[in-house]
Structures are given as C-alpha cells and as structure tokens.
C-alpha cells in the first residue's frame, strides 16, 4: 500500500488532499506545525475530521524541529 506525506495537512488544501487521498486507500502522514497564519481552531478542527479515517496519522510540529529520517520512514510520496 502507499504511503504519503502531508505537509501542512491541517489547512484547507492539504485537509481535503488527506481526504481524497484516504478515501482511494493511500495511507496518509499529515503533518503541520499549527501557526498561527490563520486560525488555529480551524486548522485542529480539519485535524479531527481526518483522525476518525482509518490510516491517518497526524504529526505536530515545524518541519525545521522534527526528526525527518524518522518522518519518512515507509513514506512513498511527499507533498
């Protein structure tokens, strides 16, 4: 099965890439630091909708900061 990387999976293009992505069967890694460049709120509540779909999994944090060979482990696909 394929798996992809999510960058800034909370905001509203890559929320709803994580949605079509999942809904084909591609497992997806989402990943975002949650600024604050809009509304946090928003973003956690695109978070939750996709944390309920079976092969997700969410990643807090500043790509700059997160252990990126441990974040690509298995991953097939980057966006």
Do not use: C
């Amino acid at each position: 099965m394929t798996r992809v990387l999510i960058t800034g999976a909370a905001g509203f293009i890559g929320s709803h890439l994580s949605e079509r992505l999942l809904d084909e069967g591609t497992e997806v890694r989402g990943v975002d630091r949650l600024s604050s460049y809009y509304d946090p709120a928003l973003k956690r509540a695109n978070l939750l909708s996709l944390e309920g779909s079976e092969g997700f999994e969410s990643v807090e944090g500043d790509l700059n900061e997160l252990d990126l060979a441990a974040l690509l482990e298995g991953v097939d696909v980057v966006f």
